[in-house]
Nanobody
Framework: VQLVESGGGSVQIGGSLRLSCAAS????????MGWFRQAPGQEREGVAT?????????ADSVNGRFTISQDSAGAGNTLYLQMDGLKPEDTAMYYC???????????????????WGQGTQVTVSS
């Protein structure tokens, strides 16, 4: 599976961004899909995942502010991350990831995902 992210950019504190991830094949309800982020000098962090049953999980740091979703229409291959109430600590490179096993969605560990996009930068500043 090839993944391509888009939608990153610079935004002020409290602002919103919507990230998109286009997959090269049909992923809706077939793959565990996730969003990760990595700031300089830090480990890649699992932000949000959605499994093949549609169950979503979030890191505590973004719960209530970020929403992961999938597009079931058309090609059924687009993943989104709606980010609201952005904070400076949300600044990072954001990556889309996919894995055929739902176990990856439970753990939210980057090493459990087989497929990765190239990333899109999100910068939050005052």
């Amino acid at each position: 599976v090839q993944l391509v992210e888009s939608g990153g950019g610079s935004v002020q504190i409290g602002g919103s961004l919507r990230l998109s991830c286009a997959a090269s094949r049909y992923t809706y309800r077939r793959y565990c899909m996730g969003w990760f982020r990595q700031a300089p000098g830090q480990e890649r962090e699992g932000v949000a995942t959605i499994d093949s049953g549609g169950l979503t999980r979030y890191a505590d740091s973004v719960n209530g502010r970020f929403t992961i979703s999938q597009d079931s229409a058309g090609a059924g291959n687009t993943l989104y991350l709606q980010m609201d109430g952005l904070k400076p600590e949300d600044t990072a490179m954001y990556y889309c990831a996919a894995d055929p096993r739902d176990a990856a969605c439970y753990t939210r560990r980057y090493r459990d995902f087989d497929y990765w996009g190239q990333g899109t930068q999100v910068t939050v500043s005052s």
